[in-house]
């Protein structure tokens, strides 16, 4: 079984609709990451949280908000999605550590 | 000025060259470095890190410059399992997200 799991995996909208997606681990780690990638712009941050009890804005966190509902679970809705969200999102996880592992994207499509 | 900057390419190589791709960043104070790889339609996954002495692991070598900020990702005897995009990685501390570049893409041809 994958460590880190993305739910759903791909996924159309429309927008104004309220979504979102979900992001679980079984490595055990504190730290958990939600990134956008769009062609040309690379990955960008969203959120991340250190552990249960913290939540930080990342470089790109307008029309986003973030849930860590335990140290296994992060999600990520959009309130009011619009076209410009259409992207592929990663969430990631860590230990203390530089290194991230990657759950294998959601690719979001906002008609 | 972008934190981490790559030349996104395409570098189209021949099985069997050698190639060379370079990173800036622009953060004196950044302490941790590392070359991400990405398949087509697929989740980063950490090639390798990059330490000051300079590292190498099988047909790769990792370079850094700390006077120039800059970092350096060379692979021999290309194959073509080796075309994908090589994002650059940079991160302050242990306590400070990573801040990727936005890729260079390789492809390797037969």
């Known amino acids: 079984d994958a460590d880190v799991t993305q739910t759903p995996r791909n996924r159309i909208t429309k927008t104004g609709k309220r979504i979102m997606l979900e992001c679980s681990q079984t490595k055990g780690h504190d730290r958990m990451y939600w990134y956008r990638q769009d062609p040309g712009l690379g990955l960008r941050l969203i959120y991340y949280?250190?552990?249960?009890?913290?939540?930080n804005k990342g470089e790109i966190s307008d029309g986003y908000s973030v849930s860590r509902q335990a140290q296994a679970k992060f999600s990520l809705s959009l309130e009011s999605a619009i076209p410009n969200q259409t992207a592929l999102y990663f969430c990631?996880?860590?230990?203390?550590?530089?290194?991230?592992?990657f759950g294998p994207g959601t690719r979001l499509t906002v008609t | 000025r972008k934190e981490v900057e790559q030349d996104p390419g395409p570098f189209n190589v021949p099985e069997g060259a050698t190639v060379a791709f370079n990173c800036t960043y622009s953060n004196s104070a950044s302490q941790s470095f590392f070359w991400y790889r990405q398949d087509c339609r697929k989740e980063p996954k950490l090639l390798m890190s990059v330490y000051s002495s300079g590292n190498e692991d099988g047909r790769f070598t990792a370079q850094l410059n700390r006077a120039s900020q800059y970092i350096s990702l060379l692979i021999r005897d290309s194959k073509l399992s080796d075309s994908a995009t090589y994002l650059c990685?940079?991160?302050?501390?242990?306590?400070?997200?990573?801040?990727f570049g936005k890729g260079t893409r390789l492809s390797v041809i037969a």
């Open positions: 990685v940079v991160t302050r501390s242990g306590n400070t997200p990573l801040v």
């Open positions: 949280s250190f552990d249960v009890k913290d939540i």
């Open positions: 990631a996880t860590s230990d203390s550590g530089p290194q991230q592992y």
